[in-house]
């Protein structure tokens, strides 16, 4: 439920509220220099997500099963931490019904191992919940010996370490870290967890061979209250206000996407005022690719979530996944974007890894007598400068601003030449509305329209890998039709289109943002029915652009990144101090 409130459909705005101060906290290099040097020497993906806005064990639902029974068909859906536990050790009695992944993978012939001590795995093996491992536990008959031997017992790091030797490392491994490894609050923290982390890599690297061909997903079932800034990819929320009752729309399906049925042993969290909501995603966790495939320290910004660890299971083996909605699969990429498969490197890889045994023994003695206070005045976080190496993506969202003055509204037209992206638009005259959020699929265009006030309009967008669209001005201005794209006759050039539907002729002003010395200042005359373009070498931002276009009282800004198919690199403007305040438009009129 606290997650919920600190989402607030997206806006944000009462995290330590609705979690706790020590939320808005955030780790130095110094203080997690085993998950710095292990970003470092591997792939990170920044935009990868919890799949629902909840707890612990549902989120772990999603990454073992795909889904949450969203049309409550076989015992969901799941919102909660009813379920983590055996009946009869405290788990609801009535358990979920539908089929898991590992399931499925061993009806296909494919192997798979839970490494996970049942004496002590935080409650964090979601399979306890499940019919079929309910009776594998405790032996009933006609139990399947395979789920119980595989799913629910316990088979620690040493035997992981002594099936890497033995040749015996299955196909699929789930690790199930301990408590004192889960790096939850209380029970842990990040200096065990990456001695947890440490020891599961000892073991997986123990035999050259068999790591030469294997992969270690590292990531988190949710984000333990911590605040994120970027609002995460979701279907649009309801909103009575809006036309057809949603803010916003949706080229994809998303009937299950929702929470529309009453959660079986969720009464404390299954609120009214949660139903009908889209279930996720939830915010960013982190989420490291370590593999001979994924060397070199780089950063993968394609959307993900916990379902986009089976659909990089069903491209490897091809056994499918029924329970990811068609939302999530349109939304969601499959993680193969993380790998370089044409290139391996399976050399050692430890020593850049820094000892962290000591730092885990004092973390596990400090526990939380050593909070760190909280600042007596507010400071801004500060992110380092640098710039990592950036997988290619495939996202190409477009959007053009019309004006409906007959009507008093503006019109935005989402369009979308790539793979399905989620545009969040927030209305700044309007900051207590639900802001809006537009899935625009594949080759897919959507509308939507805002009522100006007084003939003015104050519309920020933000998408997918800092893609960034904001649009403010008066009706009674020109209207400027203005975009960047990729240079149809020159793929190292990026290419600004200007146009506008007036009778005269406008004054412009192109004023740079973050990258000034690559896109300079320019003031020029755009005649009507004339498109002026401008061109720049893509190479000197790695496709980065930051640009506003000023003309007689409105102004567009156009910021993201090009993308060619090729791979760059991350936002070079990243850095610094981090903007804790905007400039807000500022409405004056008669009060009644």
Known sequence: MDAQRAWDHGRLGHWAAAKHNHALGYYRRADIPFQYALADAFTICDAYHAAIQTGTNSNRVFLWTGGNDPQARAGGPVIGNSHDNFAELGGFAEPYHW???????????????????????????????????????????????????????????????????????????????????????????????????????DALTADPAVWSRTALLVMFDENDGFFDHMPPPAPPSPDARATGGFAGASTVATDDD??????????????????????????????????????GGWVDSQVYDHTSVLRLLERRFGVPAPEITPWRRAVCGDLTNAFDFRQTDARPFAAALPDVGATAARAAALREHALPPLPATL????????????????????????????????????????????????????????????????????????????????????????????????VGAPLLVAEIARDPNDCTCMLLSLRHGGSTAVQLELQPGAYAAAQPRERLRLAPGITEQRRWKAAATGGWYDLWVHHDGAAQRLAGRIETGADSVSDPAMGGPARLQQELPILIGALD
């Not at 395979?146 to 690790?175: K, M």
């Not at 959660?263 to 982190?286: C, F, I, S, T, W």
């Open 258 to 295: 929702y929470h529309r049925h009453p959660a079986p042993g969720e009464q404390k969290v299954d609120l009214p005022e949660l139903r009908g909501r889209p279930y996720g995603l939830g915010p960013r966790v982190p989420m490291y690719v370590v593999s001979p495939w994924s060397r």
């Open 99 to 201: 089929g898991t992944y590992v399931q499925a993978l061993q009806h296909a012939g494919v192997s798979w191992q839970i490494y996970q001590d049942m004496a002590d795995n935080f409650t964090d093996n979601p399979l306890a919940g499940f019919a079929a491992f309910r009776q594998a536990y405790s032996a009933a008959p006609g139990h399947d010996p395979q789920l119980r031997a595989r799913g629910v017992s316990t088979r620690g790091l040493a035997l992981l370490r002594e099936d890497v030797l033995g040749g015996r490392l299955p196909a699929v491994s789930y690790i199930i870290a301990d408590a004192a490894g889960s790096e939850h609050p209380d029970p842990s923290s990040p200096a065990q967890g990456a001695a947890y982390t440490a020891r599961v890599l």
């Open 379 to 474: 400071q801004p976080p500060e992110q380092p400068f640098g710039v990592r190496r950036s997988r290619g993506l495939p996202y190409r969202p477009s959007v053009e601003l019309t004006y409906l003055p007959e009507r008093g509204e503006v019109n935005l037209r989402m369009a979308n030449a790539g793979a399905a992206a989620v545009l969040h638009v927030y209305d700044r005259f309007d900051l207590a509305a639900i802001p809006r959020r537009y899935t625009v699929g594949n080759d897919a265009t959507v509308d939507g329209t805002w009522t100006t006030y007084d003939g003015r309009y104050d519309l920020w967008l933000p998408g997918p890998n800092g893609f960034h669209r904001h649009y403010r001005g008066d």
